[in-house]
């Protein structure tokens, strides 16, 4: 057996080193449907482990559905290999954009979520039976809230308690609830059109939305995200932005996507924190930190706001998933969550930088690249004897997927992400890039 093993690594580590290592063997067809998985005993003495740690390996690789059990007989491949290619064979089929590098993704690295950890959190929430029979409260969990305000408190310095906050399943949700509580403010700006889901929301509540024109009654901001490059906003600026908002008595609304992954200079404070949580709502998510898929988000509001809010709260369903809710916060109580923004704030700068490099491999040292202190993007302005639209039709054909920020006569400037693609496709979808301008 090949497999190498770091005996140094913890018994949770050996066992889904073991796990990886048999679950590549099925998946390439190295081991075949139907073929029997070596004995316990067997495998325990050729890689030198425990048994424990070998039988953990088989009950998750049993549990994720490559090996099944047969009693008094041991461990069989079942033919998952087979039926994901079919799947997938299938998907792509039905799938007419398929792209084979993709610079306009949203998703997260692969790598950066450990599955198996959050699958134990998840199980335990499924386990509180009691708990699970009855509908989620309509403002959140209140374990969960608490968990929540002790987290932003020692990482945003957001001072708030349990009451102030009310959670949902994304952004758009909360905006549902807070629209009618805000409605006499009839006018929001946010920086930039691109946030097309939470403009929608407001233009459905009767709302005239403006761009870039603090004279609103809401002023939408994300102070961490202010360009899709990743540019922050100076403190200066946000403490100007609070000023002029308490005068004409405009609320902000400050979503602080991103502001985990800021690299280049020490976080700034919140506006909410700033203004000492009056005339803020603070909104925070856990799409970049987690998964897209764990649809929690959570907003804090300021004393008038919180008190319009209990008036009506018990007719607003909780959207929020109730058990990944429980899962969540034990989840932050044991550390997972600040150690996950920790991993993902050294893994994205790390990528970012490598984009970088990639890009001034291709493009040259002088090629006009815009990086911010944040994110995971940077802007390229490339010269092209063709429209922005062409440019991303040509790519699509390629199989190239770009993001069209703005063009001028003769040149187009583009979005790259690295957030979702490996790092070894920077250097190719580069070049293929490339290729695809220089053709006219």
């Not at 029979?133 to 708030?160: K, M």
């Not at 929020?320 to 997972?336: N, T, W």
């Not at 990639?358 to 010269?383: E, H, K, P």
């Not at 429209?387 to 040149?411: D, V």
Request: charged content about 25%; hydrophobic content about 35%; overall charge positive.
């Amino acid at each position: 057996m090949s497999l190498q093993l770091n005996k140094s690594e913890k018994s949770d580590h050996l066992y889904m080193e073991v796990y990886h290592y048999y679950r590549d063997l099925i998946m390439e067809h190295k081991l075949l449907p139907g073929s029997k998985m070596p004995s316990l005993r067997k495998c325990a003495q050729e890689l030198k482990l425990s048994r424990t740690t070998i039988e953990n390996a088989y009950l998750q690789l049993a549990a994720d559905g490559y090996i099944i059990s047969k009693a008094q007989s041991g461990y069989y491949v079942t033919d998952i290999a087979r039926s994901r290619q079919t799947s997938l064979s299938a998907s792509k089929a039905c799938k007419p954009d398929y792209f084979r590098y993709d610079f306009a993704s949203s998703g997260v690295d692969r790598e950066s979520f450990r599955f198996d950890l959050w699958r134990r959190y998840i199980k335990s929430a499924l386990r509180q039976d009691e708990r699970l029979l009855s509908y989620g409260e309509p403002q959140g969990e209140a374990d969960f809230r608490q968990a929540l305000a002790e987290y932003i408190r020692q990482r945003r310095n957001v001072l708030c308690s349990a009451d102030d906050i009310v959670v949902g399943a994304g952004v758009q949700s909360l905006l549902h609830i807070l629209c009618p509580l805000v409605q006499d403010k009839k006018t929001v700006s946010f920086p930039t059109p691109s946030f097309v889901q939470g403009s929608t929301v407001f233009q459905d509540y009767g709302f005239e939305v403006r761009y870039r024109n603090k004279d609103c009654g809401v002023i939408y901001v994300s102070p961490a995200h202010m360009t899709k490059w990743g540019e922050i906003m100076p403190v200066s600026r946000r403490l100007e932005l609070i000023h002029y908002a308490a005068e004409h008595h405009s609320l902000i609304i400050e979503d602080d996507f991103e502001n985990e992954f800021v690299y280049l200079q020490k976080p700034t404070p919140s506006l909410f924190s700033l203004a000492g949580g009056q005339g803020v709502v603070y909104i925070g998510s856990f799409s970049r930190l987690l998964l897209p898929s764990i649809r929690i988000s959570f907003m804090v509001l300021p004393g008038s706001l919180k008190e319009a809010y209990l008036k009506k709260a018990d007719r607003y369903n909780q959207t929020a998933s109730k058990a990944e809710q429980i899962a969540l916060c034990q989840f932050i109580r044991d550390g997972h969550l600040a150690a996950q923004t920790r991993k993902l704030k050294r893994l994205y700068s790390v990528k970012l930088k490598q984009l970088l490099a990639a890009v001034r491999t291709v493009f040259g040292a002088d090629s006009r690249i815009r990086i911010g202190a944040a994110g995971t993007s940077l802007a390229l302005t490339l010269t092209v004897p063709f429209t922005g639209k062409e440019l991303q039709e040509k790519a699509k054909e390629q199989g190239l997927r770009i993001q069209l920020l703005r063009e001028e006569p003769g040149e187009v400037t583009v979005i790259l992400s690295c957030s979702s693609m490996p790092e070894k496709d920077f250097l190719p979808a580069c070049s293929l890039l490339k290729d695809i301008c220089s053709v006219s």
